[in-house]
């Protein structure tokens, strides 16, 4: 699967890093029904720097957590960061309820949001929701089938039912 434009070397790197997070949600979240992968990366145009040999995502990864009961926003944010910090990149995290660009610049970060499956067809007409649709790249689907959510949810052949991205 291309989560960049930098090639298979890099594309490898970024499974990686999102096969542990995966690992991670489910860990904390194990009643998730999906894990999907938006923004950059699941449009296949994110971008990653080389820092001495190591790969090094320069751009967040945009999960979309879809799960049947609501969760906190806290709760939400705890999970990512702990997720973050399974990748071996360095300055990870961020707290979004003080979240400053400046103080933040250098940090990666897993900006998660997880949605109750009995609100997907009722979602508000933002770009984020817009790109869940029509771009993203499916991570991990979990007992359920999204097709009234994704549009081409064997985007790239992906559309796996279990975990890890195919």
């Not at 298979?8 to 499974?15: A, L």
């Not at 944010?77 to 360095?90: F, P, W, Y």
Request: glycine share 8%; with cysteine.
């Amino acid at each position: 699967m291309k989560f960049t434009q930098q090639g298979k070397k890099v594309d490898q790197q970024i499974k990686k890093y999102l096969d542990a997070i995966v690992e991670a949600i489910l860990k904390k979240v194990p009643e998730a029904k999906s894990i999907l992968l938006g923004g950059g990366f699941g449009r296949g145009e994110g971008s990653a720097e080389i820092k001495k040999g190591r790969i090094i995502p320069q751009n967040d990864f945009e999960i979309f957590l879809i799960t049947e009961k609501n969760l906190k926003e806290g709760f939400v944010n705890q999970v990512a960061n702990k997720a973050a910090q399974k990748l071996d990149i360095g300055n990870v995290g961020a707290d979004f309820y003080n979240f400053e660009r400046e103080v933040f610049a250098n940090t990666f970060y897993i900006d998660m949001k997880a949605i109750q499956i009995n609100k997907l067809p009722y979602l508000l007409p933002m770009f984020r929701y817009f790109e869940l649709k029509n771009v993203t790249a499916c991570l991990v689907v979990i007992n359920i089938f999204l097709s009234f959510l994704v549009k081409n949810p064997t985007r790239d052949g992906v559309n796996s039912s279990r975990p890890g991205l195919a």
